[in-house]
């Protein structure tokens, strides 16, 4: 089987995710979420999907090229949102900021993978940290309220200095990360 790939860049869980994150928990302990394993977060580029492992090298060279001038940074995760609808909600999550430098990175990872013929959906990319897959919510009312409530509040602040091409290898504990390839940023 091919491995099943994507580019992503780590989010370390210090104390204040690590407050805010356990509060969240709290708030929503009678619903059916699946939490990010804190060990593995990550704000994902790009989703590449099974690929051969023949492609790996090619996937190397694009971020090698995306990233031989990118600078590291300071990112916030800022604010709660929801994929999906309101009535049918299905992955809470938080902003990442500053979106510009994301897209920046996100367009310069395209146009080199899209240069080795590697496809691109067309899906908006929306730079953000999943926090939690909902299977079941019991109150909707509070999960909009809890999301509105949110929306000035910085989680944290943190350094983004290296971009990683991850294997995900699902099991049935849940899926886990492998770094196949790491490209530091200046």
């Known amino acids: ?17 690590q407050h805010s994150f ?12 699946n939490w990010a394993n804190p060990k593995q977060l990550h704000v994902t580029l790009k989703f590449i999907g099974e690929t051969p492992a023949s ?16 600078q ?18 299905k992955v809470l999550w938080t902003k990442v900021e500053p979106a510009d430098r994301l897209q920046r990175w996100f367009d310069l990872l395209k146009q080199a993978l899209m240069a080795r013929g590697f496809e691109y959906d067309r899906q908006n990319f929306v730079p953000h940290l999943t926090l939690a897959r909902i299977r079941a919510i019991q109150d909707k009312d509070l999960l909009r309220r809890t999301v509105s409530q949110y929306q000035q509040v ?7 200095s290296k971009i990683v091409l991850y294997q995900s290898i699902l099991k049935p504990t849940g899926a886990e990360y492998r770094e196949l390839f790491t490209m530091s940023l200046h």
């Open 1 to 17: 089987m091919d491995p099943r790939l994507f580019i992503a860049f780590p989010i370390p869980f210090g104390e204040n995710l």
């Open 22 to 33: 356990t509060g969240l928990q709290q708030h929503f302990r009678f619903d059916k979420m």
């Open 55 to 70: 492609n790996i090298q090619a996937l190397q060279d694009a971020m090698m090229e995306a990233f031989a001038a990118e």
């Open 72 to 89: 590291k940074c300071i990112i916030s995760l800022k604010s709660l949102g929801i994929f999906g609808s309101s009535y049918a909600p």
């Open 154 to 160: 910085v989680f944290t602040e943190t350094g983004v």
